[in-house]
């Protein structure tokens, strides 16, 4: 009877993690596969520091759940890796996994990147390689702002120097206004001088 329980008990729990891996796996932007075997164990945790400093979640499962995890579905080719040790890192972005462990496995040669997925699209090494030259996700907010922003400061150069050009044709139609009073006030003025002499006149 105990001997069943115990059973029964670790089968419950591999079928908790197979929940659980498929979860990650479903609901992350992107993830990584490594291969970790040589790795010491204050290597192994600086590198869970930078990871988890960059939001990536770094997870420790055998093989054969990850294959029962992802089998019959789009990822299910990211098990043809899956030999030694591995490792998974899941992020909620399509650069941070990639640009974390490429930059890592640099400096620590047995570090081994295998394969991984970003946006349900499985990739390749060099792919992942490529997407870890990319900005990370302030990088990219930035950069993306900087695009919008650049319009912008044209659309406000371009107005400010139609407010300027107003401004100077304001002066110049004031100048006009102010020099055509003047004129019509003078020409009353000579009109009025006209009128008064006549009246004298027929008067005298």
């Given at each position: 009877m105990e001997v069943n329980h115990l059973r029964n008990e670790v089968l419950e729990a591999k079928k908790d993690l197979v929940a659980e891996i498929q979860e990650n796996v479903l609901g992350s932007e992107s993830a990584v596969i490594v291969e970790y075997h040589g790795l010491n164990v204050g290597q192994i945790t600086e590198l869970r520091a930078q990871l988890h400093e960059a939001g990536v979640d770094f997870k420790v499962y055998k093989n054969t759940l990850f294959r029962r995890a992802v089998e019959g579905t789009d990822y299910e080719g990211l098990t043809e890796d899956l030999v030694g040790p591995n490792a998974v890192a899941f992020g909620g972005d399509a650069v941070a996994p990639s640009r974390v462990l490429a930059q890592f496995a640099k400096k620590n040669k047995k570090?081994?990147?295998?394969?991984?997925?970003?946006?349900?699209?499985?990739?390749?090494?060099?792919?992942?390689?490529?997407?870890?030259?990319?900005?990370?996700?302030?990088?990219?907010?930035s950069m993306f702002l900087s695009v919008l922003q650049a319009p912008v400061r044209n659309l406000a150069y371009?107005?400010?120097?139609?407010?300027?050009?107003?401004?100077?044709?304001?002066?110049?139609?004031?100048?006009?206004?102010?020099?055509?009073?003047?004129?019509?006030?003078?020409?009353?003025?000579?009109?009025?001088e006209v009128v008064e002499e006549k009246e004298e006149a027929k008067e005298a």
């Open positions: 570090l081994q990147i295998k394969t991984g997925f970003v946006d349900g699209e499985i990739v390749s090494v060099d792919e992942i390689k490529e997407l870890a030259t990319l900005p990370d996700h302030d990088g990219m907010i371009a107005l400010s120097q139609v407010a300027e050009k107003k401004e100077e044709l304001g002066d110049v139609v004031e100048a006009k206004e102010e020099t055509v009073e003047a004129a019509a006030e003078e020409v009353a003025e000579e009109t009025k």
